[in-house]
Every structure is written in C-alpha cells, then in structure tokens.
C-alpha cells in the first residue's frame, strides 16, 4: 500500500485558483493511478478527476471539467490537482486515492488507498 498526504487546501474567493497536492511514499508510485475526489457537507464523497499511470489518459467529472487540470510528477512521487474559477459549490474536502487499476478509482474498491483530505472553502 502507499500512503498519501494532501495540501495546498484553504480558503478563496470565487473565481479564484488553488493548487491542491498529493505526496505518497511508495517505491512504485509510478505503478499507482491517482484520483481526486472530494466530500460537500451533508453529501457524499463524489469523483473529481483521475489520471493513469503515465499522465497520458485523464478523465474528469462534468462539473469540473475546463476548470481543473490533474497532473502527476512521478520522480516526486506527487499528483496535483490544479483548479482555477472556483466556485462556492466546490467547497468541501478534497480527498487524493491511489489504486494499481485505473478502471477502479472512479468505484474505489477496498484496495483503493485514502489520503486524509485537505479542506477547500469558497466564498461568494
């Protein structure tokens, strides 16, 4: 299993950016696809964007998609989520999963490793 650590959350107004970052400590990072997902209060934890082993193939949920760019560096071991015109309905906790199988991170399944979140907020 690898282990993930997020950051790069905080608070912005909208229409502004922030670029979220997701360290994992693995030797084979670079056999790991990565995803975002994210949690609203009072809703359930719904799949932002994914990228496959390589950072060639990349997918995105329609709400977010033209305003999010997800990319990976594997000689840092580190996916990033980067989101420009944000909007108040993006608040929420922003979680980075890693799986050996790409297909499997838009369901995670209990292989699917958990980073901890980190917390975006939106203001109007």
């Known amino acids: 299993q690898v282990q993930l650590v997020e950051s790069g959350g905080g608070l912005v107004q909208a229409g502004g950016s922030l670029r979220l970052s997701c360290a994992a400590s693995?030797?084979?990072?670079?056999?790991?696809?990565m995803a975002w997902f994210r949690q609203a209060p009072g809703k359930e934890r719904e799949f932002v964007s994914a990228i496959n082993v390589s950072g060639r193939s990349t997918t995105y949920a329609d709400s977010v998609k033209g305003r999010f760019t997800i990319s990976r560096d594997n000689a840092e071991n580190t996916v990033y989520l980067q989101m420009t015109s944000l909007k108040p309905e993006d608040t929420g906790v922003y979680y980075c999963?890693?799986?050996?199988?790409?297909?499997?991170?838009?369901?995670?399944?209990?292989?699917?490793?958990w980073g901890q979140g980190t917390q975006v907020t939106v203001s109007s």
């Open positions: 999963a890693a799986d050996r199988l790409y297909s499997a991170l838009k369901t995670p399944r209990a292989e699917t490793n």
């Open positions: 693995a030797r084979t990072f670079s056999n790991y696809a």
